[in-house]
């Protein structure tokens, strides 16, 4: 500041420079400053102009229900009360950034002694936030040839997290074909949303899965989880109903031939005795036209 003055001093003749004595400017190092959460951060206004001694500097936090004040009367005041402090003539430093001051700011002077008697800075701070451990779901077990979604979500995080899959420790590459172990998987993987799609799941895609939520200011992981892959049998499935049918046919067989040795007979009379009245009608008659025979044939021998 003063150094300006005095090489307007120097230059006094100079048209640009005997306006820009009499009028505030600011100037800032930087208009986009960012910091992690608890770290600290400068909002950078500098006068690079101004001939009023003792000018009226303000600070605003521009929100979306507009502005509220941060600097007023020589006081930070607001939410900031004891984590801000004023250095230099109107720098406003934030010791300890929390997520809810991501906002623009406005740095305003005035100066009643200039000709431009007024000049303002908006500041956009961003207070990026680590992401916490993010919910993921991995189905346990899949069938052969079956789709598969495995997702991941975490939502603390501030600019808003991108996620990575990890399958036995190694990274999944967005596209398969990317890394061979991965080419003949046939995955959809979004970094975006976190979801990790098989169309069809195959054997190989069996292993251990964790995911990764991460931003610019650093990330987070859930625990391996294992999906399983297993074989729909078919071999297995004929093999199973085989065997369920041929011990029906061997108990059948063997109740028939009960029945015509007469085994059955005096537990068949007392079952007839409580059964009959108990059913209803039309079933009886159904039922008893199969069974005909063979009570006709009890009957005779009892
Ligand atoms: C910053 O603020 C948080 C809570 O808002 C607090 O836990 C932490 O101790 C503070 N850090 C410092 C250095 O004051
Ligand atoms: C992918 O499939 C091809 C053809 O079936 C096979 O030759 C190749 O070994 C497979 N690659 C991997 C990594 O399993």
Known sequence: MAKTRLACLLTLLSTHCYFNVLAVVLRTA???????????????????????????IEWKKITSEGPSYVYFEKKISGDLANRAEIRGPATLLITNATRSDTAKYRCEVTAAGDHKTFDEIVINLVVRVKPVVPKCSVPKSVPFGKSAELSCVEEEGFPKSQYQWFKNKEAIPEDPKANFKFSNSSYTLSAETGTLKFISVRKEDAGEYFCRAKNDAGYSECLPQAMEVYDIDVVGIILGVLVVVTVLLCITVGICCAYKRGYFSSQKQTGNNYKAPAKGDGVDYVRTEDEGDFRHKSSFVI
């Open 30 to 56: 930087n208009n986009s400053p960012w910091t992690d959460e608890f770290d600290k951060v400068e909002l950078s206004c500098l006068i690079d102009s101004i001939s009023t001694t003792n000018p009226r």
